[in-house]
């Protein structure tokens, strides 16, 4: 068998099934013969009769199979079918003895019963009106993920997307969809405002709907964080905005101010240019430069004259030639808060870092490493001799649920680190969020040292971290200028 087909059939056996995401691995009992498919089922159980639309494949250890691409199921009809239904573990607290004194009372009435009359259950051994009353719910909500699934496929929406969804709003999914689809792009990860927006267009929202035109506005601006920027331009804001909705500017602009009211964006005037920001990226930029300001206050003046003696040592011993500016450098890591020491390849960053390390040792000071990549903290602990990490392992990054944006970390103001000295390598990679979560997790009077090459390609994410620092004129800086390539 070959290509895209509709099969109907009864679930015979559930062979795997991950709760999590709804893959399912499934026997169908059709009328010619039982089949393997595969694909996403979630709430799928023995007994129920699907019609699946899908394609055969032939898995390399497994042989041939149908991979689902949507998919109808319904309740069992036949007293065989809804005894082997009940009996499957469908709903928790009946098994295959209590169904089938249940099927046994009640027949093909069973299901009907159990969903509009569950107290009559009590008259079976073994199930107490409590009981029957938590049998009834229990398949009140498989009724439920039927009819919600049923209904977003309904408007193309694929299994995989459509249990995503159910699972965060459950009796309201139907609600979402007629009301505010574009809800989906800020809260289910993976569907965007262009999926959210063809959702729309089948439930018959119109373009001009002022929920489109906000969600919208949101995606330019995030598109524009994916591109780097922590906020556009206004008048930028408007042109990417009306180009992608097609719509009047006066709406656009009482959108907006809807945005700022309920603070979903920010509005700045900074030199003469009006800045539209996504409400994190405004905060995480206020916090950094509040806490860099607050861990730079600190100053402590050390003994010029021991320190240089103390590198004319090191580079007797380890037979180097410090240049001034890496020894400039060194000084200002041991008596400054924040320090910003930049330099292109073969600048003797490296070396400077070594040296610094060993200076605080000898102060007994706590010194970690990381680096804001795998590939970075690796060199930086084959360099140094140390353990290095990346920033994310730093902090102990948790993430909440499978969706990636909601990810926290461990390491905060109440769980700071703990250490003297933090040297980061590579911080032109570290973009405004994360250098807010590593701020929020150092605690008044830590030092922190940024290492890295301003003229490198700036972080991935959202801000150009070390270049604005560096721009600000408010962090001592050290520039190392001389190759010794």
């Known amino acids: 068998m070959e290509g895209q087909c509709t099969i109907e059939g009864v679930v015979e056996d559930i062979i795997y099934t991950n709760e999590e995401n709804g893959y399912t691995v499934c026997t169908l009992q059709t009328e010619e013969e039982d089949i393997v498919c595969v694909g996403i089922l979630p709430g799928v159980h023995p007994g129920e009769n699907l019609q699946i639309l899908g394609t055969w494949k032939v898995h390399p250890t497994y042989g041939e199979q149908l991979q689902v691409e949507t998919y109808e199921k319904s309740i069992p009809k036949t007293e065989h079918g809804i005894e082997k239904y009940l009996a499957s573990g469908v709903i928790k607290g009946i098994g295959p003895t209590l169904a089938n004194r249940i099927v046994k009372h009640f027949g093909v009435d069973t299901l009907r019963v159990i969903e509009e009359e569950p107290e009559c259950l009590e008259v079976i051994k073994g199930i107490s009106l409590q009981k029957a009353q938590e049998i009834g719910s229990i398949f009140q909500q ?17 299994p995989t997307y459509a249990l995503k969804i159910y699972k965060k709003y459950r009796g309201q999914t139907m609600d979402v969809i007629k009301i505010n689809p574009y809800r989906l792009a800020d809260e289910i990860f993976g569907i965007g405002f262009k999926m959210a927006d063809q959702i729309a267009a089948s439930v018959g929202i119109e373009k001009d709907s002022e929920h ?11 598109e524009g964080a994916g591109n780097g920027h922590t906020y556009l331009p206004l008048k930028l804001l408007m042109q990417r905005a009306e180009k992608l909705l097609q719509v009047p500017q006066e709406l656009m602009e009482n959108a907006l101010i809807d945005l700022q009211i309920h603070k979903q964006v ?36 050390q003994d010029d004259i021991q320190i240089q003696n103390r590198i004319t040592q090191l580079e007797k011993e380890q037979r180097v030639q410090l240049a001034d500016c890496q020894k400039q450098a060194i000084q200002a890591a041991m008596e400054n808060g924040v320090l910003i020491i930049t330099g292109g390849p073969g600048t003797g960053k490296t070396t400077t870092i070594n040296t610094i ?7 007994d000071q706590e010194v970690i490493l990381a680096a804001p990549t795998g590939r970075a903290a690796k060199r930086m602990t084959e360099a140094t001799g140390m353990e290095a990490q990346t920033i994310h392992r730093l902090l102990e990054i948790t993430f909440l649920q499978e969706d990636s944006r909601s990810q926290s970390f461990e390491k905060n103001e109440e769980n700071p680190l703990e250490a003297d000295v933090i040297i980061i390598d590579e911080t032109s990679m570290v973009d405004i969020l994360l250098m807010n979560s590593l701020l929020k997790a150092i605690m008044p009077g830590t030092r922190l040292i940024l290492v890295g090459d301003m003229d490198q390609l700036p972080s991935v994410g959202p801000g150009n971290v070390l270049k604005d620092l560096i721009h600000s004129q408010c962090l001592p800086v050290v520039r190392l200028t001389e190759i010794f390539r």
């Open 212 to 222: 489109r035109i906000k969600a919208g506005i949101k995606y330019v601006l995030n």
């Open 142 to 158: 498989q009724r439920e993920l039927r009819t919600a699934m049923l209904f977003l496929q309904d408007y193309g929406i694929s």
């Open 357 to 363: 390390i060993t200076l605080l040792q000898d102060q």
């Open 266 to 301: 920010w509005q700045e005037v900074w030199e003469e240019e009006t800045r539209i920001y996504l409400m994190p990226f405004y905060y995480a930029e206020r916090s950094v430069g509040k806490k860099i300001l607050e861990l730079a206050s600190l100053y402590e003046p």
